[in-house]
C-alpha cells in the first residue's frame, strides 16, 4: 500500500532532550516536507527536499533540521525542544515538487514539550 | 506574503442540507488553489483543486470554482452526509513556490 509513515504518532518530552521524528515513503517520491498544524494556524511549512541531499527553509525552520540521505527518508530533528514545539507534525511527499501531482500526507506526530 | 483565510468554525449541519465553506485568497502571482480534507487521526487527503481562473474543481459531490475577480474558491456541496464530518483546509500555492499556504481550517459536523 502506498503510503507515508511516520513515527512516532505520539511523543511527549522535556525541554533540552533531544529527539528525532521519522518519516518514511514506500512511492518513489522525489518531493518530501515538513508541516507543523497549530489551532488557527493552519499548516505551516519547516522544511522542504527536492531530492536526495537537497533540502530548504519553509517557513517556520527555527529550532528543527532535517537531512535527506535515502530518497524515501525524511527525518525531522529537535536538537533542543521546548514547549513552543509543542505541535501536530506532517510529513508529506509528491512525486515532483507541489502542486504538478498530489501531496501525500503522513498520519501525523502529536509532539508535547513540557 | 500569500494567505488565506477561511470562515471561522465550526460549522454544523443536519444531513442532506446545502453546504457552504467560504474561503478567500491573497496572492502576488497566479497561483493555484486546493481544498483538502482531514479526517479524525489521520493525515489531510486532497479532496480538489484548479489551477486557472474560472476552472472547477470536483470530487466526491463537492465542487469549488476559482474566481480570480473576488479571489475566492469557495467549497460547496449539495447534499452532505454524516460522512463528510472532518476538517477541511484550502491552501494555495503560488507560482515557484515550493509549499502550500493553508488557511487555518474549518470544522465540519454532519448531524443525522
Known amino acids: 500500500e502506498a503510503q507515508v509513515t511516520q513515527n512516532p504518532r505520539y511523543l511527549i518530552t522535556v525541554t533540552g532532550k533531544k529527539l528525532t521524528v521519522t518519516c518514511s515513503q514506500n512511492?518513489?517520491?522525489?518531493?518530501m516536507s515538513w508541516y507543523r498544524q497549530d489551532p488557527g494556524l493552519g499548516l505551516r511549512q519547516i522544511y522542504y527536499?527536492?531530492?536526495?541531499?537537497?533540502?530548504d527553509k519553509g517557513d517556520v525552520p527555527e529550532g528543527y533540521k532535517v537531512s535527506r540521505k535515502e530518497k524515501r527518508n525524511f527525518p525531522l530533528i529537535l536538537e533542543s525542544p521546548s514547549p513552543n514545539q509543542t505541535s501536530l507534525y506532517f510529513c508529506a511527499s509528491s512525486l515532483q515538487g507541489v502542486g504538478n501531482s498530489p501531496l501525500h500526507f503522513g498520519n501525523g506526530t502529536r509532539l508535547t514539550v513540557t | 506574503g500569500d494567505s488565506v483565510t477561511q470562515m471561522e468554525g465550526p460549522v454544523t449541519l443536519s444531513e442532506e442540507a446545502f453546504l457552504t465553506i467560504n474561503c478567500t485568497y491573497t496572492a502576488t502571482g497566479y497561483p493555484s488553489l486546493f481544498w483538502y480534507v482531514q479526517y479524525p487521526g489521520e493525515g489531510l487527503q486532497l479532496l480538489l483543486k484548479?489551477?486557472?481562473?474560472?476552472d472547477k474543481g470536483s470530487n466526491k459531490g463537492f465542487e469549488a470554482t476559482y474566481r480570480k475577480e473576488t479571489t475566492s474558491f469557495h467549497l460547496e456541496k449539495g447534499s452532505v452526509q454524516v460522512s463528510d464530518s472532518a476538517v477541511y483546509f484550502c491552501a494555495l500555492k503560488d507560482q515557484g513556490a515550493q509549499k502550500l499556504v493553508f488557511g487555518q481550517g474549518t470544522r465540519l459536523t454532519i448531524n443525522p
Open positions: 512511492m518513489n517520491h522525489e518531493y
Open positions: 527536499s527536492m531530492n536526495v541531499e537537497v533540502t
Open positions: 484548479a489551477t486557472k481562473a474560472d
